[in-house]
C-alpha cells in the first residue's frame, strides 16, 4: 500500500522559512517523480514543486521559484520541500504527491502551514 | 500558462441523476487532462487520467471524455459516496495547473 506521510507544518512568521518533509512507503521511491502541491483554506489546488525520480531536475511555478526548493533523498525515501521567505499567501496544506507522468496519482494527508505575525 | 476554468462551480443533484461537469483549457491540452475527487475534510483522490481513462477500482459510473480545449466528466447514476469537489488538472505543460473546482452535493 502506497503511503505519503508529511511532517513540519505549523505557524511560521513572515518573511521565515520552515522545512516540510514526506515519508514514502509502498512503492520504489526512486522510481518515481514526486511533486508538492497545496491549498490554502476554502481554496482550489495548486501545484508547488516537481522533482525528478534522481533528483536531478526541478521543476516550480513562478509563484514559489526562487524561494521554494524540492529535493530527495532516495536512500532515506523521503520528499522535502525548503520554504524561505514564506509570505502570508503561502498558508496552506502541502501535499506530497507521487508524480508518473505529470499527474498526481497518491496524495497524503496534508500539513498545514500558516505564515502570520 | 495555460488556464482551466472548471462550469458549474456548484451543482446539486438527486441520488440516481446524471451530472456533467466540464472543463476548459486556455489552449489544446491534447488529452493531457486528470480528473480529481476531494471529499470533506480528505485529500484529494485521482480518478482518471488522459482525460478518460479511469483508474483502477474507481467505479465505471464515472466517465471522461473531450479533446482539444473541451474536457468532462460524467457520473451517470449519482450515488451517495459521489458529493465531493472535483477538480481538473492539465499536465501538457509547467506549470501544472488545476480547475477551479466543482462541489457536487447531493438534494
Known amino acids: 500500500e502506497v503511503q505519503l506521510v508529511e511532517t513540519g507544518g505549523g505557524l511560521v512568521q513572515p518573511g521565515r522559512s520552515l522545512k516540510l518533509s514526506c515519508v514514502a512507503s509502498?512503492?520504489?521511491?526512486?522510481?518515481?517523480?514526486m511533486s508538492w502541491t497545496r491549498q490554502a483554506p476554502g481554496k482550489g489546488l495548486e501545484w508547488v514543486a516537481s522533482?525528478?525520480?534522481?533528483?536531478?531536475?526541478?521543476y516550480y511555478p513562478d509563484s514559489v521559484k526562487g524561494r521554494f526548493t524540492i529535493s530527495r533523498d532516495n536512500a532515506q525515501n523521503t520528499l522535502y520541500l525548503q520554504m524561505n521567505s514564506l509570505r502570508s499567501e503561502d498558508t496552506a496544506t502541502y501535499y506530497c504527491?507521487?508524480?508518473?507522468?505529470?499527474?498526481?496519482?497518491?496524495w497524503g494527508q496534508g500539513v498545514m502551514v500558516t505564515v502570520s505575525s | 500558462d495555460i488556464h482551466m476554468t472548471q462550469n458549474p462551480v456548484s451543482l446539486s443533484a438527486f441520488i440516481g441523476d446524471k451530472v456533467t461537469i466540464t472543463c476548459r483549457a486556455s489552449?489544446?491540452?491534447?488529452?493531457?487532462l486528470g480528473w480529481y475527487q476531494q471529499k470533506q475534510g480528505q485529500s484529494p483522490k485521482f480518478l482518471m487520467y488522459?482525460?478518460?481513462n479511469l483508474l483502477s477500482g474507481v467505479p465505471s459510473r464515472f466517465s471522461g471524455s473531450g479533446s482539444g480545449t473541451e474536457y468532462s466528466l460524467t457520473i451517470t447514476g449519482i450515488q451517495p459516496e459521489d458529493a465531493a469537489t472535483y477538480f481538473c488538472q492539465q499536465c501538457y505543460s509547467y506549470p501544472r495547473t488545476f480547475g477551479g473546482g466543482t462541489k457536487l452535493e447531493l438534494k
Open positions: 489552449q489544446d491540452i491534447s488529452r493531457y
Open positions: 522533482i525528478t525520480n534522481s533528483g536531478g531536475s526541478t
Open positions: 509502498g512503492f520504489t521511491f526512486n522510481n518515481y517523480w
Open positions: 504527491t507521487r508524480d508518473p507522468r505529470g499527474y498526481f496519482d497518491y
Open positions: 488522459y482525460a478518460s
